[in-house]
């Protein structure tokens, strides 16, 4: 099948966006979640590449600003996240467990009924990812994967 749509995300936010679709559209978020949560929610006519660096989230974001020597996620931008080395380390850390869990490594391209099977069986539970959402989030995120099976018509334990 010939997708489209293809959506750069970061690790976290392959699993965190689900919890967007959870709960609909948030008003006034900082970055592009809501555009990207709203493709997704649509149907199965897009894919996911995986990328550490700045993604289709960041492209809007509020946080990210020019800079022409770039930082460590990115030539050209920066953000208020990626100049905090405390907030690199975790992220880097959540990273690289999401792409443990799911078997997945920078570039990989996967399809959306792929990731959903993906993110649905090997990360059930985002409660101790802070950057996918945490325990505030656990609730939306299992929302958010029953109103996707039911959209892509997939049966609930496949
Ligand atoms: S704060 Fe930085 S990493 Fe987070 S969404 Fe904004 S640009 Fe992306």
């Known amino acids: ?4 749509v293809r959506i750069r995300l970061r690790p976290y936010h392959i699993t965190g966006i689900i919890a967007f679709i959870g709960t609909g559209p948030r008003d006034g978020h900082f970055n592009g979640a809501n ?23 960041c492209v ?11 930082s460590v996620w990115g030539k050209h931008h920066s953000c208020v996240s990626a100049e ?9 850390e959540e ?7 799911l078997g997945l490594q920078e570039g990989s391209i996967i399809s959306a009924r792929e990731w959903l099977t993906l993110v649905s069986e090997k990360i ?4 101790n990812l802070p950057n996918s959402g945490g325990c505030a989030e ?3 995120y299992l929302k958010g994967i029953a109103l996707l099976k039911k959209t892509y018509h997939l049966r609930a334990n496949w």
């Not at 929610?41 to 993604?55: H, L, N, P, S, V």
């Open 95 to 101: 990273n690289a467990y999401i792409f443990r869990a």
């Open 1 to 4: 099948m010939h997708n489209s």
């Open 35 to 57: 555009s990207i949560a709203e493709i997704i929610a649509r149907g199965t006519g897009f894919e996911i590449e995986a990328t550490t660096k700045f993604d289709d989230i």
């Open 60 to 70: 809007s974001c509020q946080k990210r600003y020019a800079r022409s020597q770039g």
């Open 124 to 127: 059930p539970d985002i409660q």
């Open 84 to 92: 905090n080395p405390e907030v690199v380390a975790q992220v880097a």
């Open 138 to 140: 656990q609730d939306n």
